[in-house]
């Protein structure tokens, strides 16, 4: 661990050529010619992201329309570059707060899914929309009607966030199979 190098060392001829270097360089070109290629002619062909994905992060609707969110504000706590602000407001329903603003910088959001680990109700998550275009900075900021997608769109994404989460409850169902 300790090695002494000494600079004045002389290299051999083989490696001040560098000759072996460039042959495993030119062996690889090579070999990656012949592979396969896999490039899409986008827009025309569409790339399906698994439900692995981090997409543009979207608020997760119940099937009456309302939110999910609860407005703890743990998502606007965590994000790194700061681009989510949640201002709760209390209401009458069984859900006693709500956010009155929820809005997403997305020129901030860098799509670290910090959002989508820490919030307990899982009202933030990360979809499969990928390709996002603004024309001016002002319509980078998606505020909560924008951000409201059904529950039913995003049930794969749900799915595996429950199995992320949970993979106790996955391995006991696996070893209950198996008896």
């Given amino acids: 661990m300790n090695k002494k190098i000494d600079i004045n060392e002389r290299l051999k001829f083989s490696e001040q050529i560098y000759l072996p270097e460039i042959m495993k360089g030119m062996w690889y070109t090579l070999k990656q010619m012949f592979q396969p290629v896999f490039t899409m002619r986008y827009p025309e062909e569409r790339w399906t992201p698994p ?11 119940r099937e009456d329309g309302t939110e999910r969110c609860v407005a703890c504000g743990l998502c ?14 209390e209401t009458e329903r069984a859900q006693e707060r709500y ?13 670290c ?16 929309e990928y390709d ?3 024309e001016n900075r002002d319509s980078a900021i ?19 966030l429950h199995q992320y ?3 106790e409850e996955i391995t006991k169902a696996a070893t209950d199979l198996k008896n």
Avoid at 113 to 128: D, H, R, T
Avoid at 153 to 160: K, P
């Fill in 132 to 134: 996002i275009v603004f």
């Fill in 142 to 160: 998606f505020n909560k009607e924008k951000l409201m997608t059904p529950a039913s769109a995003l049930t794969d994404r749900l799915t595996f």
């Fill in 76 to 89: 606007s706590r965590v994000c790194p570059p700061l681009a989510i602000y949640v201002q709760a407001d």
């Fill in 165 to 167: 989460k949970n993979p």
């Fill in 99 to 111: 956010p009155s603003i929820f809005e997403i910088d997305m020129l901030r959001c860098i799509f």
């Fill in 51 to 61: 439900s692995i994905f981090r997409g543009r992060p979207v608020l997760v609707a």
């Fill in 113 to 128: 899914g910090y959002c989508e680990e820490v919030c307990p109700e899982e009202a933030i998550v990360m979809s499969k």
